[in-house]
């Protein structure tokens, strides 16, 4: 059975650090695509960052330069530093990761910035 759990989610004030963990379960993460997304209240799920199965990165306009995704494969999990957060990074970010015939998300974790 595949597992995507999140965590390292929380309340962070403006200008300030969170990095998420994305941890998989039942899937080699190391040759996958894996993505983060986030959802706030009201609007569509959007991408964030993407990594793909050879490493390269591409990442959404609004966290060009302050976000950055990568993996551990040590533990199996991506990861997703997010640095200079501001109000509206406030979401849900969910781990995805799909393919041919599989397509798996994790359950969440909140982020919370504070102006």
């Known amino acids: 059975q595949v597992q995507l759990v999140e965590s390292g989610g929380g309340l962070v004030q403006a200008g300030g650090s969170l990095r998420l963990s994305c941890a998989a379960s039942g899937v080699p993460f190391s040759s996958r695509v894996v993505a983060w997304h986030r959802q706030a209240p009201g609007k569509q799920r959007e991408l964030v960052a993407v990594i793909s199965s050879r490493g390269e990165t591409d990442y959404a306009d609004s966290t060009k330069g302050r976000f950055t995704i990568s993996r551990d494969n040590a533990k199996n999990a991506v990861l997703l530093q997010m640095n200079s957060l501001k109000p509206e990074d406030t979401a849900v970010y969910y781990c995805?990761?799909?393919?041919?015939?599989?397509?798996?998300w994790g359950q969440g974790t909140q982020v919370t910035v504070s102006s």
């Open positions: 995805h990761c799909w393919g041919p015939g599989y397509d798996y």
